[in-house]
């Protein structure tokens, strides 16, 4: 039973790496190389894609999207943490931690639904390859991604409204952002009904988009399955390839992190999982694309040929 001796709290305290007091300046390092990678990779992109006609496809404008919003909400967290690394405030107030939530689950929730956007225009180009650009116009492309970013904003207000009406007794956020279960922790009151409610939510927006993908890469498996020539076959795949690599990674991390029993993990075992989500997978994202993706390479390349030339 948590305590009824309700304060008035007007700020939080993010208590960060506090446990890794010694190594905070290694983390600053470690942190900072795939942030600045990321925002470099998702920007050139985002560039490539915009100049080159080459890539003026469903797929790489999806591509552009994820990029764009992997970009934002790495912003919404990463430049907190790297500041409080090096010795800064730690304290973020109510509205500001109610925002930097916002936009966390919005560009998140944004990102689980674009790659199942991707997943579906990935199903109709090897499945029904003849009626491809009849299905995936720029019509149909836009509406995909509105309602990717639709259903990131309804939930993020969803999930914001109801966790910062609860009362707070105490201040220390044990996480290095402001996210869903750390501030609900706070709570005076029994948070039961936010919990289901979380979790709800998590299925909706993990299972479901999971499930989509399951289903379009059983559909182009057996598809490339029935391909005759072992190259059609080879070539199919590898334009899936990227895809997938990103969505094990992205829908893993996600699932550990939302799906799972509340006190499983330690503190420290939950901050890692965070690390994953919030460094490592946008940072997948520029890394599998350009390196595993020979269209983004070679307009790459013809970019930096223009501009040398």
Same mark, same amino acid.
């Given at each position: 039973?948590?305590?009824?001796?309700?304060?008035?709290? $007007?700020?939080?305290? %993010?208590? !960060?790496?506090?446990?890794?007091?010694?190594?905070?300046?290694?983390?600053?390092?470690?942190?900072? +190389?795939?942030?600045? @990678?990321?925002?470099?990779?998702?920007?050139?992109?985002?560039?490539?894609?915009?100049?080159?006609?080459? %890539?003026?496809?469903?797929?790489?404008?999806?591509?552009?999207?994820?990029? $764009?919003?992997?970009?934002?909400?790495?912003?919404?967290?990463?430049?907190?943490?790297?500041?409080?690394?090096? !010795?800064m405030s730690q304290s973020i107030s109510l509205a500001g931690c109610a925002t930097q939530m916002f936009f966390f689950v919005?560009?998140?929730?944004?990102?689980?639904? @674009?790659? $199942?956007?991707?997943?579906?225009?990935?199903?109709?180009?090897?499945?029904?390859?003849?009626?491809?650009?009849?299905?995936?116009?720029?019509?149909?492309?836009?509406?995909?991604?509105?309602?990717?970013?639709?259903?990131?904003?309804?939930?993020?207000?969803?999930?914001?409204?109801?966790?910062?009406?609860?009362?707070?007794? +105490?201040?220390?956020?044990?996480?290095?952002?402001?996210?869903?279960?750390?501030?609900?922790?706070?709570?005076?009151?029994?948070?039961?009904?936010?919990?289901?409610?979380? %979790?709800?939510?998590?299925?909706?927006?993990?299972?479901?988009?999971?499930?989509?993908?399951?289903?379009?890469?059983?559909?182009?498996?057996?598809?490339? @399955?029935?391909?005759?020539?072992?190259?059609?076959?080879?070539?199919?795949?590898?334009?899936?390839?990227?895809?997938?690599?990103?969505?094990?990674?992205h829908y893993g991390c996600a699932s550990i992190a939302y799906l799972k029993p509340k006190s499983e993990n330690s503190k420290?075992?939950?901050?890692?999982?965070?690390?994953?989500?919030?460094?490592?997978?946008?940072?997948?994202?520029?890394?599998?694309?350009?390196?595993?993706? &020979?269209?983004?390479?070679?307009?790459?390349?013809?970019?930096?040929?223009? &501009?040398l030339s």
């Open positions: 039973m948590k305590s009824e001796n309700h304060t008035l709290t $007007t700020e939080f305290v %993010l208590q !960060g790496f506090s446990s890794f007091h010694e190594h905070q300046l290694t983390l600053f390092v470690m942190f900072l +190389a795939p942030y600045i @990678l990321t925002l470099a990779g998702n920007i050139i992109i985002v560039i490539i894609i915009r100049i080159d006609h080459h %890539l003026h496809t469903p797929m790489y404008f999806f591509l552009s999207m994820l990029s $764009t919003s992997e970009t934002i909400y790495t912003l919404v967290i990463l430049p907190r943490m790297l500041s409080s690394l090096v !010795g919005t560009f998140g929730i944004t990102n689980c639904f @674009l790659l $199942t956007a991707m997943g579906y225009d990935r199903y109709v180009a090897i499945c029904r390859p003849l009626r491809y650009t009849v299905i995936m116009n720029r019509r149909v492309c836009i509406q995909l991604v509105w309602g990717a970013c639709s259903i990131g904003l309804i939930v993020a207000m969803t999930q914001v409204t109801s966790v910062f009406r609860l009362p707070f007794c +105490a201040t220390k956020v044990a996480h290095f952002f402001c996210d869903i279960r750390p501030v609900m922790e706070l709570s005076c009151i029994d948070t039961t009904v936010n919990e289901i409610l979380t %979790l709800i939510i998590s299925v909706f927006v993990l299972v479901v988009p999971m499930g989509l993908v399951f289903i379009s890469y059983v559909l182009i498996i057996s598809t490339i @399955l029935k391909i005759a020539s072992a190259e059609g076959g080879k070539k199919a795949f590898a334009t899936c390839a990227s895809h997938l690599t990103v969505v094990i990674v420290d075992e939950d901050q890692l999982i965070s690390v994953t989500y919030t460094v490592v997978t946008p940072l997948l994202n520029p890394v599998v694309y350009t390196l595993r993706n &020979k269209e983004a390479k070679d307009a790459l390349l013809r970019a930096i040929g223009r &501009k």
